[in-house]
């Protein structure tokens, strides 16, 4: 079955500091990795797209890896702002136009 | 630029009452069509999808249909709503092969009574 696990479920940063949001999936085929942000009520936005050659890739202080062999990808967020906090949803497609979502990261970035 | 659009932005419908939202994209042409629900503390569900007009594909079996009258509008309506039918719906749309990017409508909150 195709699932995407994202952890933590929930994090709270201060303003400033650095954090790292964590994605599985067990997706098969594989066509591409995304990241999204979605502010509370509105829809979500994409900050990355990573295919299976891609391990890096940058969006201004969001950071996402992909390690293809391990199933596994990560959002690094470098000097967090009040603005950053949202969900943080991990989102794999195995072509076809699909996409399979994670259920998200909640993020809180305190003053 | 490329927009989408929804309405209307939340709704509160009674038990037994009809339903139709409105997903409209400006901007660009044959794209791919999307309807999710997102319901609380879960990931989005796709519902339905549309790759041309008139062409509909159901993703899960439920009280929800979907149409695409024009090529850059898709309509997800219900003849009788249920309480589980309440959540936040989602349109997006996409260009072409799976590497695209997905933009997202600004969603509709949806509360059955």
């Known amino acids: 079955k195709n699932q995407v696990e994202q952890s933590p479920q929930s994090l709270i940063i201060l303003e400033g500091k650095n954090c790292t949001l964590q994605?599985?999936?067990?997706?098969?085929?594989?066509?591409?990795l995304r990241w999204y942000k979605q502010d509370t009520g509105r829809g979500p936005v994409s900050l990355t797209i990573?295919?299976?050659?891609?391990n890096t890739k940058s969006n201004g202080r969001y950071t996402a890896t992909l390690d293809a062999d391990t199933k596994q990808s990560s959002l690094h967020i470098t000097a967090s702002q009040l603005s950053d906090s949202a969900s943080y949803i991990c989102?794999?497609?195995?072509?076809?136009?699909?996409?399979?979502f994670g259920t998200g990261t909640r993020l809180l970035v305190s003053p | 630029s490329q927009t989408i659009h929804q309405w209307p932005a939340t709704l509160v419908q009674p038990v037994g009452s009809p339903l139709s939202l409105e997903c409209t994209v400006e901007g660009t042409s044959n794209p791919n069509l999307y309807w999710y629900r997102q319901a609380a503390g879960r990931g989005l569900q796709l519902l339905f999808y549309s790759v041309g007009i008139g062409q509909i594909s159901s993703e899960v079996p439920q009280n929800l249909s979907a149409s695409r009258p024009q090529d850059r509008q898709f309509i997800l309506s219900s003849k009788k709503l249920l309480l589980s039918d309440s959540g936040f719906y989602l349109c997006a749309f996409q260009r072409g092969v799976s590497y695209n990017e997905q933009f997202f409508g600004p969603g509709t909150r949806l509360t059955v009574l």
């Open positions: 989102v794999v497609s195995p072509g076809f136009q699909k996409l399979v």
């Open positions: 994605c599985n999936y067990t997706v098969s085929p594989f066509s591409n």
């Open positions: 990573m295919t299976f050659s891609e």
